[in-house]
């Protein structure tokens, strides 16, 4: 039997605790067999987590095997009076969420984008965890995960992105203001991990998460290679190029996918639009370019704006083209999609069509799902919420060397 302070068992507690959140009623003798750990070993370590009140019996039992009168008791995880705090920041706004360990929320709040001062946003976002702290006791909260645009330089603390709105945010002026650990990852890969650990009754084990926002990225998500990306360029699906004639990306290419669907390139060229022309659909929305926003656009398109119309019908072409290109290199049992514009139905049943119809000449991705999950603003700091967990409190060893302690 392992030393119970030891590594190696503190490693099996946490591929324990995993496979309880991806199955919330379970047996010892199913987690022995997933874990390819022994029963005497699951015995002790469920013991030990009983003890502490993260896990219980449901008081329901099953037979063992058909026929015998052996019964298997279930477990399942308990809430928990421990707590992580989840933020994201984008072009909407600073989004906080803070969640229990099974990742029930108890408090969320939202700084608008145009409310603050992006110079500042490291005292913001500050502000916004000192805020969680006042809703519970401090000391029972494990840490605090930030999901960011773009992706995080674990050495220098910063964010790297082609957008320079995001260089004053240092990890090291928030973290210095708090006792407990932090952890940072792109929000994009946020939004699964939230998937995969608070959602295990929809989601598998293998999986696409598109993001279409300002920009477009994909998550990549394979269970068995969790874990923080060291590559920058894996999920940045907005920078393939699809038309070599195309617009001039701001990474210096023709022709990007983002050019044609992304939110911020559909704004862009709206405003452009607002300028240089007597559209009346548009002009009939709004008074200036300024108040051009992605809502704008979907309402021109709905009140049958033909630029718009064929803008977003060949972006989302264009898009079901790269999920289809994605899916003969990539292995994935289903495909979320996430964006603003797909709280319009049109376009929803547009993309699964389309997409489906690419896949149909991939006979053995048939049976794909394709999933549009519902807008939520406050997606990715759920999705944070969880990164929190995995690192803070399953203690899962891919996100352990990502984990920053404050220096005072």
Request: charged residues 20%.
């Amino acid at each position: 039997m392992y030393k119970k302070n030891s590594d190696v068992y503190a490693q099996h507690i946490s591929s324990v605790l995993e496979f309880m959140y991806r199955n919330r009623r379970t047996s010892r003798i199913e987690i022995s067999q997933a874990t390819h750990l022994t029963p005497a070993l699951i015995t002790a370590i469920t013991n030990d987590l009983t003890e502490q009140g993260w896990i219980a019996e449901t008081g329901d039992e099953i037979s063992h095997l058909p026929g015998s009168g052996r019964k298997r008791k279930l477990l399942t995880l308990k809430p928990f009076a421990l707590y992580v705090i989840g933020i994201e920041i984008n072009l909407r706004g600073i989004f906080v969420r803070l969640t229990d360990t099974l990742g029930n929320a108890l408090h969320e709040s939202c700084l608008s984008f145009a409310s603050y001062d992006v110079q500042n946003i490291n005292t913001e976002i500050t502000d916004q965890i000192q805020t969680c702290l006042h809703k519970v006791d401090p000391n029972l909260v494990l840490g605090a995960a930030i999901a960011v645009p773009g992706h995080f330089d674990y050495t220098s603390h910063t964010i790297i992105s082609n957008n320079p709105l995001w260089q004053s945010f240092h990890l090291d002026h928030i973290s210095q203001h708090f006792d407990f650990p932090f952890i940072v990852n792109n929000n994009v890969e946020c939004m699964s991990l939230g998937e995969y650990l608070f959602h295990p009754e929809h989601c598998p084990d293998k999986f696409l998460f598109y993001h279409i926002g300002h920009g477009l990225f994909c998550s990549y998500f394979n269970a068995e290679q969790m874990g923080i990306k060291e590559n920058h360029h894996i999920g940045e699906v907005g920078h393939t190029v699809v038309d070599l004639n195309g617009p001039l990306c701001e990474c210096g290419k023709k022709g990007c996918l983002q050019t044609y669907i992304s939110e911020s390139w559909l704004i862009k060229n709206a405003k452009f639009l607002f300028d240089r022309s007597s559209n009346g659909i548009l002009r009939s929305l709004v008074d200036s370019p300024d108040a051009i926003n992605i809502e704008t656009i979907i309402k021109a398109y709905e009140l049958g704006d033909s630029y718009f119309s064929h803008q977003i019908d060949q972006g989302i072409r264009l898009l079901s083209i790269s999920i289809a290109n994605i899916l003969i290199m990539q292995d994935s049992d289903k495909i979320y999609l996430n964006s603003k514009l797909f709280e319009h139905q049109a376009f929803q049943a547009q993309t699964i069509a389309l997409v489906e119809e690419q896949l149909s000449f991939l006979p053995i991705k048939q049976k794909i799902e394709v999933k549009i999950v519902d807008f939520d603003p406050f997606r990715g700091a759920n999705g944070a919420c969880a990164l929190a967990v995995l690192a803070f409190f399953i203690k899962h060893k891919n996100f352990l060397s990502a984990i920053h302690t404050p220096k005072k």
